[in-house]
């Protein structure tokens, strides 16, 4: 079945603490990308990757990294962890970017709580 | 940024009627993508408008776009229970990027 997967789906966890979420897609998709859903502001991006190695800051970039290694994994790794990064995190996939490539497929979600 | 703005923000209606979102945007778009959360989860694609297109259907979706006024409308026909979620919609930008906006929240009352 084709699908994003993510890793946790839930984390709570105290204010520097490093944790990575992992994102994995069995699609061969060539671009990859995370977001952050909080109420009232829709999706903000955080970091995307077009290709392996080739990753680039969206919206909403500190206190994130992020790594492409394969084409398939997008772990989002947060070094330091700070109660204002408590947020719902999406990873997602597309074919390419531009056009019908780049319709969107979606993990499941990470709901993460700093305290 | 956000360019992306839905209106409205909330909007409940009776099973059966019809439901209109709007999304407004302010630069210039390769297309507009509109996609549907259920509570808390993933969001699933829709449909996309290409910006040389006036209107699209899927179902029982029917979409349009206005380029001069920079806005599009998502009208769900025929409601049913299962359509009550937030709706999105993403403006592909030229540098390829979505923009997303914050969404409309539907819901069905049986």
């Known amino acids: 079945e084709a699908q994003v997967t993510q890793n946790p789906r839930y984390l709570i966890t105290v204010t520097g603490k490093k944790l990575t979420v992992t994102c994995s897609q069995n699609?061969?998709?060539?671009?990859m990308s995370w977001y952050r859903q909080d109420p009232g502001l829709g999706l903000r991006q955080i970091y995307y990757?077009?290709?392996?190695?080739?990753?680039d800051k969206g919206d909403v970039p500190e206190g994130y990294k992020v790594s492409r290694k394969e084409k398939r994994n997008f772990p989002l790794i947060l070094e330091s962890p700070s109660p204002n990064q408590t947020s719902l995190y999406f990873c997602a996939s597309s074919l390419s970017w531009g056009g019908r490539a780049n319709e969107q497929f979606f993990g499941p979600g990470t709901r993460l709580t700093v305290l | 940024s956000q360019q992306g703005e839905e209106d409205p923000q909330a909007l409940s209606i009776q099973e059966g009627e019809n439901a209109t979102m709007n999304c407004s945007y302010k630069?210039?778009?390769?297309?507009l993508q509109w996609y549907r959360q259920n509570s808390g989860r993933g969001l699933v694609h829709l449909i996309l408008?290409?910006?040389n297109e006036r209107e699209k259907h899927s179902g029982r979706l029917r979409v349009t776009l206005d380029t001069s006024k920079k806005s599009s409308s998502l009208l769900i026909t025929a409601s049913r229970a299962a359509d009550t979620a937030s709706y999105f919609c993403?403006?592909?930008?030229?540098?390829?990027?979505?923009?997303w906006g914050a969404g409309t929240k539907l819901i069905i009352k049986p």
């Open positions: 630069t210039s778009i390769n297309n």
């Open positions: 408008i290409r910006s």
């Open positions: 990757s077009m290709n392996v190695e080739v990753t």
């Open positions: 993403a403006c592909e930008d030229s540098n390829y990027q979505l923009i």
């Open positions: 699609m061969n998709h060539e671009y």
